[in-house]
Nanobody
């Protein structure tokens, strides 16, 4: 049974918006720090945004002010709103869960080694 299932990727023009969603199994959603990562071929996986159980949030500098991470507790779903998209945002986006209520300092939660559960990914393609 899949524990993290992403949706919402697609192709948009530069300046456009997308909303990614990640449906999370209840046992993980209730106890884990959640994050979005992205990866392009030949590059390392990059942390994009993190939200822990108390609601602390951090973003990669490259997306700050353009992306917004949020939890929808009613339906155990993690969202990532992508706005003002650039061609450099083109990547496979992954939802991930770390078995920690919080990670301190929250900034360090952008590193992938904390995360033990991963979704299958959803592709975002931004054309110029």
């Amino acid at each position: 049974q899949e524990q993290l299932v992403e949706s919402g990727g697609g192709s948009v023009e530069a300046g456009g918006s997308l909303r990614l969603s990640c449906k999370v199994s209840a046992n993980i959603y209730a106890t884990h720090t959640m994050a979005w990562f992205r990866q392009t071929p030949g590059k390392e996986r990059e942390g994009v945004a993190v939200i822990d159980r108390p609601g602390n949030i951090t973003y990669a500098d490259s997306v700050k002010g353009r992306f917004t991470i949020a939890r929808d507790n009613a339906v155990n779903t993690l969202h990532l709103q992508l706005s003002s998209l650039k061609p450099d945002d083109t990547a496979m986006y992954y939802c991930a869960a770390a078995p920690n209520n919080t990670i301190s300092p929250i900034r360090t939660a952008l590193y992938p080694h904390f995360y033990k559960a991963w979704g299958q990914g959803t592709q975002v393609t931004v054309s110029s």
